[in-house]
């Protein structure tokens, strides 16, 4: 039997899932475009999908298209795990790049309630860790099934696939647990010296190269 099953099992509903709380004094972290096609302002999720290159995008499984139901947003738990997904394909920080990120990071108003894919969570429910970094037309298929069965979930905790630390993805239900503004917001250029030594910090910590 393969570790992450290419379909979910038909008894998936009957299945118990592991809850995760991600609570209210722990912040979230995301880097977004503010221009190009995916550009996204703070607390959008993304409604076109599912993206080729997403691993737990729930949307139906067609042409990437505007779904006016579903979305996903994702976030890390940290600034250098948001800049590891967000980078990892050049494993490069640079400060002025199309899209022209920027970096927001808040406390959700609420607890936030996801379906847990850590530790033995996946297992739970007929998967194994290795959906963490398995192939993405799998994961987001285990994802649209997930969403599925559990629609009152806001997303799923997950493990980073670059340093191991705690992600989420947040999914439609989600959507009321962002505050009116970020506590942070900074585009990736700003040339605040504090904050440039902070990304630097987080591209040495990655080893990625930051320019």
Known sequence: MAKVPATPHLDLAARTPIWAQWPRDAPLWQIANTTGPYASAFATLRTIGPLSSARF?????????????????????????????RFQHARELRRHQPGNPVVYAWFPTRVVRLIDLTDVGALRLGAAHAINSARKDVTRRWARALRSTWPDADGLRYTSSMTGRACTALWAPARDSFPPAPTFALLVSHPAPTWQRLLRAAAAELGYTYA
Do not use: I
């Open 57 to 85: 995008d729930p949307h139906p499984d067609s042409t990437a298209t505007a779904s006016g139901s579903e979305g996903v947003l994702y976030a890390a738990s940290d600034l250098p795990t948001a800049v590891a997904e």
